[in-house]
């Protein structure tokens, strides 16, 4: 005879998600600066969160009429209104990584495709592959 399996109830298997803003294009001017440093702030002050669309009304809040803000399954975009362009991303730093508008582009790993450099920086042509 066996014995029924005692079920425990799971725990959410996802961990919270890790908010972080990156403003994607330079601020117009100073009011925009402070209203995008602002909501910078709260983005920071709330980085521990289930979902992250939770946010978006406190970013349509923040930053007033003159933004659209949306949200994707995990993500909350901002643009200017009436710009087609994104202005700022509000994502999870667990699974995302983009960057503010001052900050470089990564570096490019080597691939077949791209040139390649060795270790002193000497450039070296395609891979094998194209020889």
Request: hydrophobic share 40%.
């Amino acid at each position: 005879m066996t014995q029924p399996l005692k079920s425990t109830p799971l725990a959410d298997p996802f961990p919270p998600q890790q908010a972080y803003l990156a403003i994607e294009v330079k601020p117009v001017d100073a009011a925009e600066k402070r209203r995008l440093e602002a909501l910078r702030r709260h983005v920071q002050a709330h980085t521990h969160t289930a979902d992250l669309r939770g946010l978006a009304g406190a970013v349509k809040k923040l930053l007033g009429a003159s933004y659209d803000v949306g949200c994707g399954s995990v993500h909350i975009w901002v643009k200017r209104a009436g710009e087609a362009q994104r202005l700022a991303i509000v994502a999870d730093r667990l699974t995302t990584a983009y960057r503010d508008w001052f900050e470089p582009l990564p570096e490019v790993p080597a691939t077949s495709r791209n040139l390649r450099r060795r270790l002193s920086g000497e450039l070296l042509g395609p891979g094998p592959e194209h020889t």
